[in-house]
């Protein structure tokens, strides 16, 4: 059974440039959450997308912006990049269902380097 | 803002020996609780999960709940050196949470044969 695909894995961006981030679940699974990991703040919540929804949101700047597909795939986005956005940003599947809420697959994350 | 507090580390551990974790959190609301164990430039992976007060076991792995003083810990029994990596311990809200989790900084244990 094939894990969470993110893409790119590493990716070099200029202040001001907007990036784009992939991920695609696990087969069946119906949610996706987004995660930003730095040394300083460790792990940060940022979006989650249940069925095309987003069903939460953490507290980021309106520069993080994400959305699901009909096929569950998930993309990110961020606009007007910042130093301080530089991290490894990490996508999560899981079926979505109440009973398994938490219960988190990771990607092997999108490391974001801006300069 | 919520919070989850881990101290830090290294946890040194010899081989064999029981390595203890421990997890506060401020959230009186939460209702679910994690520990993913993180590899050395890896992504998290989940190793137990804990919703109720009391003790669950999962092999070599105990994770403990005491809602009332707002903790978490984790037991890792007979250790090795396998086990050497950071431990992040997640907490969770109610339904509506959904997969929005807080997690701690994580504490790095390491296993010396």
């Known amino acids: 059974k094939a894990g969470v695909t993110q893409t790119p894995r590493y990716l070099i961006k200029t202040r001001g440039q907007q990036v784009t981030l992939s991920c695609s679940p696990i087969s069946g699974h119906r949610s996706v959450s987004w995660y930003q990991q730095t040394p300083g703040q460790g792990l940060q919540f940022l979006f989650e997308?249940?069925?095309?929804?987003?069903?939460n949101k953490g507290n980021f700047p309106g520069r993080f912006s994400g959305r699901q597909f009909s096929n569950s795939r998930s993309e990110m986005n961020v606009s007007t990049l910042e130093l301080g956005d530089s991290a490894l940003y990490l996508c999560a599947s899981s079926f979505g269902d109440r009973d398994y809420t938490g219960e988190l697959f990771f990607g092997e994350g999108s490391r974001l380097t801006v300069l | 803002q919520k919070e989850v507090e881990q101290n830090s580390g290294p946890l040194s551990v010899p081989e064999g020996a029981i390595a203890s974790l421990n997890c506060t959190y401020s959230d009186r609301g939460s209702q679910s609780f994690f520990w993913y164990r993180q590899y050395s430039g890896k992504s998290p992976e989940l190793i137990m999960f804990?919703?109720?007060?009391g003790d669950k076991e999962d092999g070599r792995f105990t994770a403990q709940l005491n809602k009332a003083s707002q903790y978490v810990s984790l037991l890792i029994r007979d250790s090795q050196p396998s086990d050497s990596a950071t431990y992040l311990c997640?907490?969770?809200?109610?339904?509506?949470?959904?997969?929005?989790?807080?997690f701690g900084g994580g504490t790095r244990v390491l296993v010396k044969p």
């Open positions: 804990i919703y109720s007060n």
């Open positions: 997640a907490v969770g809200g109610d339904q509506a949470a959904g997969n929005k989790l807080t």
């Open positions: 997308y249940f069925s095309e929804t987003q069903r």
